[in-house]
């Protein structure tokens, strides 16, 4: 029997505008569903980089929106006189409940802001900013909850050209005044899938400065390109991105192990007239717009009668027939599509997930 592996740290980001969904998706959505007794930290996403300074993303849906008992984190209604509503209280909350959960803001914005906000005369005036707004508490009037978020994580996506030299200062004065507010507080980092994405910056610094750098290993393909293929393989034989190959590659970069974070999509993307040709992989098609979360593709899943055990990944789904969409599965990645003749999706599930 192999031994046990050290802990891995499980990573979720929550998404801000989920309360706008037909079903809306809420903090107590992670209560119901167990999630939060396995994640070690949330990444709320999202806080604003706008004008010069950090900023509420949505106040209603931050700390506005009065939830009902039903849709509460203690199943008590919020006041409609209350201060402070709307996600914050819940996520203060759930913290309550499950006191080992980090909570990070996820700062994000466009590339021009960021960009703005990193230049030497501005980078101090604009963390303190970030520093005021969510890590003191100070919310709005008589609103200040400090200690709610526990860090930042850092989204530019992505420091170009002359840009990039400004990269690494901006995350080191995140760090220098987060160390003197609080020792302890987390500063991560979301990186593209490869280090030649930043210029000039000092990457070989870069996991000195920041605590976990969360690598985007998704999204390798998509409906930018109406050539169909996998969303995150875990490595591939084709010129497609990996997991694997960004993980090397940051690795190369000087980033040590023990900080990366390897990203998964809880979504995929599809196609539509897609030729029936090594059942609709690497095939052109019509990409079909937007991302869909898993609850929806696992809906189209059809059960194969086939040989062998569900775990059994070197058994070959049987050639495409008109019907149901069929349940492919790459051999190397082990990798799930869906092919039904016309349709394609691809997707993580359980089994890809777990290698």
Same mark, same amino acid.
């Given at each position: 029997?192999?031994?046990?592996?050290?802990?891995?740290?499980?990573?979720?980001?929550?998404?801000?505008?989920?309360?706008?969904?037909?079903?809306?998706?809420?903090?107590?959505? /992670?209560?119901?569903?167990?999630?939060?007794?396995?994640?070690?930290?949330?990444?709320?996403?999202?806080?604003?980089?706008?004008?010069?300074?950090?900023?509420?993303?949505?106040?209603?849906? #931050?700390?506005?929106?009065?939830?009902?008992?039903?849709?509460?984190?203690?199943?008590?209604?919020?006041?409609?006189?209350?201060? /402070?509503?709307?996600?914050?209280?819940?996520?203060?909350?759930?913290?309550?409940? *499950?006191?080992?959960?980090?909570?990070?803001?996820?700062?994000?914005?466009?590339?021009?802001?960021?960009?703005? =906000?990193?230049?030497?005369?501005?980078?101090?005036?604009?963390?303190?900013?970030?520093?005021?707004?969510?890590?003191?508490?100070?919310?709005?009037?008589?609103?200040?909850?400090?200690?709610?978020?526990?860090?930042?994580?850092?989204?530019?996506?992505?420091?170009?050209?002359? #840009?990039?030299?400004? *990269?690494?200062?901006?995350?080191?004065?995140?760090?220098?005044?987060? =160390?003197?507010?609080?020792?302890?507080?987390?500063?991560?980092?979301?990186?593209?899938?490869?280090?030649?994405? *930043?210029? #000039?910056? %000092?990457?070989?610094?870069?996991?000195?400065?920041?605590?976990?750098?969360?690598?985007?290993?998704?999204?390798?393909?998509?409906?930018?390109?109406?050539?169909?293929?996998?969303?995150?393989?875990?490595?591939?034989?084709?010129?497609?991105?990996?997991?694997?190959?960004?993980?090397?590659?940051?690795?190369?970069?000087?980033?040590?192990?023990?900080?990366? /974070?390897?990203?998964?999509?809880?979504?995929?993307?599809?196609?539509?007239?897609?030729? =029936?040709?090594?059942?609709?992989?690497?095939?052109?098609?019509?990409?079909?717009?937007?991302?869909?979360?898993?609850?929806?593709?696992?809906?189209?899943?059809?059960?194969? %009668?086939?040989?062998?055990?569900?775990? %059994?990944?070197?058994?070959?789904?049987?050639?495409?027939?008109?019907?149901?969409?069929?349940?492919?599965?790459?051999?190397?990645?082990?990798?799930?599509?869906?092919? =039904?003749?016309?349709?394609?999706?691809?997707?993580?599930?359980?089994?890809?997930?777990?290698?």
């Amino acid at each position: 029997t192999p031994a046990p592996l050290p802990h891995r740290l499980l990573v979720g980001y929550f998404p801000q505008w989920g309360l706008y969904d037909d079903t809306p998706y809420t903090v107590k959505a /992670l209560v119901d569903s167990k999630a939060a007794e396995l994640l070690d930290q949330i990444n709320y996403a999202q806080g604003f980089v706008t004008g010069g300074r950090c900023s509420i993303a949505d106040p209603n849906a #931050d700390v506005d929106h009065t939830y009902a008992a039903e849709a509460s984190v203690d199943g008590s209604p919020d006041s409609p006189e209350a201060s /402070l509503r709307g996600n914050f209280h819940q996520l203060a909350e759930l913290k309550r409940m *499950y006191p080992h959960l980090r909570i990070l803001i996820s700062l994000e914005g466009r590339a021009s802001d960021f960009a703005a =906000d990193a230049q030497p005369e501005q980078r101090a005036a604009f963390v303190a900013s970030c520093v005021d707004l969510f890590l003191k508490g100070n919310f709005k009037a008589q609103a200040s909850v400090p200690g709610l978020f526990d860090g930042i994580d850092l989204d530019w996506e992505f420091p170009r050209d002359a #840009d990039s030299a400004n *990269y690494l200062p901006l995350l080191s004065e995140f760090r220098r005044q987060m =160390d003197a507010l609080k020792p302890g507080l987390v500063l991560s980092v979301a990186l593209g899938p490869s280090p030649r994405m *930043y210029g #000039d910056a %000092d990457i070989s610094a870069l996991g000195g400065v920041v605590d976990e750098a969360g690598l985007m290993t998704y999204d390798f393909n998509g409906p930018w390109s109406t050539t169909t293929g996998l969303i995150a393989p875990l490595s591939s034989k084709s010129d497609d991105g990996s997991v694997e190959r960004s993980v090397s590659a940051w690795k190369a970069a000087g980033i040590p192990s023990e900080k990366l /974070l390897i990203g998964l999509p809880f979504y995929g993307y599809g196609w539509k007239q897609v030729t =029936d040709t090594n059942h609709g992989f690497g095939q052109d098609g019509r990409p079909i717009r937007g991302d869909h979360p898993y609850r929806s593709i696992e809906k189209l899943i059809t059960p194969l %009668d086939r040989p062998g055990s569900p775990d %059994d990944l070197s058994v070959t789904a049987p050639d495409q027939l008109p019907g149901p969409p069929v349940l492919y599965r790459d051999p190397v990645s082990h990798a799930p599509w869906l092919f =039904d003749g016309d349709s394609f999706w691809t997707y993580e599930d359980a089994i890809s997930i777990r290698f």
